[in-house]
């Protein structure tokens, strides 16, 4: 493996100035908590989904982009089982990832918050289950500890 | 598309060159406008030609303590550069292509690395 140096760039330039927020994905949003519209934890962010935007023809993948192609978009915040894909390496199937679209953030900072309520949400299905099965059952479950 | 397969994906110029491989995507939050945040679209890819893991960022904000990990972590990320959107020719889980005359950007982000 060689000439990695892109040619001509030393020094690079910075970037063109943007008038939005930036966000690097693996720094400020893969891995990052996110909390309901309460403040509740729901789940961590495994993953992203990318898309054209609204109204654009789908971005073309593995062929020739034709310039002027609009970039594509944040479409949703993904989450999943992935603890045994990131020992063995892969991903989940994309239909076993679970999709908080990124219309519902309202946040995102330290963590990532949700301008919804987590209670409607598919992301922390499983504390649900384990609170209405299980926890609820257990003699004083259903009473608010606080 | 799913993110986590483009990163790690090799980088490659017009020419066939390998460049590096895909360290990260930086989106901008400045789409069109919803009821809570604006649509984040990718403004393009950071290209590392060593290490396409990051660690907390040091690479690519001013920070200098704690010594000597900020100049370790920049060392391991020595000629990564960033290229725009419009200069990605082709994207895909198993190659990226960039267009011919593209231009390489430095990918410090401003200040406290927040944006």
Do not use: C
Request: aromatic residues 6%.
């Amino acid at each position: 493996m060689k000439t990695p140096r892109p040619p001509g760039s030393d020094p690079l330039a910075p970037i063109p100035p943007v008038a939005g927020q930036t966000l690097d994905a693996q720094l400020h949003l893969l891995d990052r908590q996110v909390l309901d519209s309460d403040g509740v934890p729901v789940t961590t962010v495994d993953d992203l989904e990318l898309g054209a935007p609204e109204g654009e023809p789908e971005t073309p993948i593995e062929t020739v982009i034709p310039t002027g192609t609009p970039a594509p978009v944040l479409r949703a915040l993904l989450t999943g089982p992935v603890l045994g894909t990131r020992i063995f390496g892969g991903r989940p199937p994309s239909s076993r990832l679970i999709r908080i679209p990124w219309a519902d953030v309202a946040s995102v900072g330290v963590v990532v918050r949700l301008g919804v309520s987590g209670q409607g949400l598919d992301a922390d299905w499983v504390e649900r289950w384990i609170r209405d099965k299980i926890i609820a059952r257990i003699p004083g479950g259903r009473r608010d500890p606080r | 598309m799913i993110l986590g397969d483009l990163l790690g994906t090799p980088v490659h110029n017009d020419d066939g060159v390998w460049l590096g491989r895909v360290a990260d995507a930086r989106f901008v939050v400045d789409g069109a406008p919803h009821r809570l945040m604006a649509d984040a679209r990718l403004l393009g890819l950071v290209v590392s030609p060593h290490s396409w893991s990051s660690f907390m960022g040091y690479e690519r904000n001013s920070l200098t303590q704690p010594w000597p990990l900020p100049k370790l972590l920049r060392w391991r990320h020595r000629g990564s550069f960033f290229v725009m959107w419009e200069d990605i020719e082709v994207l895909g889980d198993r190659s990226v292509r960039l267009r011919p005359g593209y231009t390489a950007y430095s990918p410090a982000l401003d200040g406290n690395g927040q944006e």
